[in-house]
Nanobody, 124 residues
Framework: QVQLVESGGGVVQPGGSLKLSCAAS????????MEWYRQAPGKQRELVAS???????KYADSVKGRFTISRDNNWNTLNLQMNRMVPEDTAVYYC??????????????????WGQGTLATVSS
């Protein structure tokens, strides 16, 4: 089973930057969408940014203009550059990826994998 491993979390002051990275254990595995989610203390997990195989990206309104998602299909890595961070960005950030597998019946089944999470803290 393919795994995702995140790195890059830490503590930063308001206005600072962090870069998160996510690497798949199988460089040749073919994912559909790859995304970053986050979960702040006491809140539900939310989608931060997504990147499809063709290079299309989407962002949550709260991070538009501050965060940049990038994906390298050759190395199966996903990055999240976070700039001008604010205390509300404090959360555990999770990498997520999904793909489809073809069943014997000919239909396609959805599969997904999550990373273990990395903590980003914005504090003065």
């Amino acid at each position: 089973q393919v795994q995702l491993v995140e790195s890059g979390g830490g503590v930063v002051q308001p206005g600072g930057s962090l870069k998160l990275s996510c690497a798949a254990s199988d460089r040749l595995f073919s994912f559909n969408a790859m995304e970053w989610y986050r979960q702040a203390p006491g809140k539900q997990r939310e989608l931060v940014a997504s990147a499809d195989r063709e290079g299309g990206t989407k962002y949550a309104d709260s991070v538009k203009g501050r965060f940049t998602i990038s994906r390298d299909n050759n190395w199966n890595t996903l990055n999240l550059q976070m700039n001008r961070m604010v205390p509300e960005d404090t959360a555990v950030y999770y990498c997520h990826a999904d793909w489809l597998v073809r069943a014997d019946s000919g239909s396609y089944e959805y599969r997904e994998v999550w990373g273990q999470g990395t903590l980003a803290t914005v504090s003065s």
